[in-house]
């Protein structure tokens, strides 16, 4: 596992505006983990959870959800970085959601994460993180996201 970025209080969070805080270490989307999602959020679709069939299909095999892809960020986000002088950390949304590009069954995906934005608030740090999931040997990414987490004092 590569070292964590260690971010401290608030004015830590203001000085990386723009800075890509690290890359997560590699993630193997396999068949189990895309046949779970599917299972859990009950889109059992062919071109996931169908390998036979998926075979014939545009991608020559099965793809992960794309929901599949945005909810490995905190997994990823969490080896790249950490910050500390609040009391929580609090999902406060997504926005610009893409899929440039399908995740593979059997490919590995990793996060590079950048600070794009904080505002301060009354309630603490509202963050900007610009999330580009990529995939080993792949010319585009799998998702780009920018995720808000709220940190509270």
């Known amino acids: 596992m590569r070292s964590k970025r260690i971010i401290e209080g608030a004015a830590g969070l203001e000085s990386a505006i723009g800075d890509e805080l690290g890359v997560s270490d590699w993630l193997i989307v396999d068949q189990r983990m895309i046949d779970d999602f599917g299972r859990t959020t009950g889109d059992e679709q062919w071109i996931h959870t169908d390998p036979a069939r998926a075979a014939g299909g545009p991608f020559g095999t099965t793809i992960a959800h794309g929901y599949l892809v945005l909810s490995l960020i905190p997994q990823l986000a969490n080896q790249v970085y950490g910050v500390t002088g609040f009391s929580a950390r609090v999902n406060y949304g997504i926005e610009k959601v893409r899929f440039p590009r399908p995740v ?50």
Do not use: K, Y
């Not at 505002?119 to 580009?132: E, I, K, Y």
């Open 104 to 153: 593979r069954s059997g490919e590995r995906v990793r996060d590079r994460v950048s600070i794009a934005a904080v505002a301060q608030t009354p309630a603490g740090s509202r963050v900007t993180f610009l999330h580009r999931i990529e995939v080993d040997n792949g010319d585009r990414p799998a998702c780009v996201a920018h995720t808000l987490i709220l940190f509270t004092p």
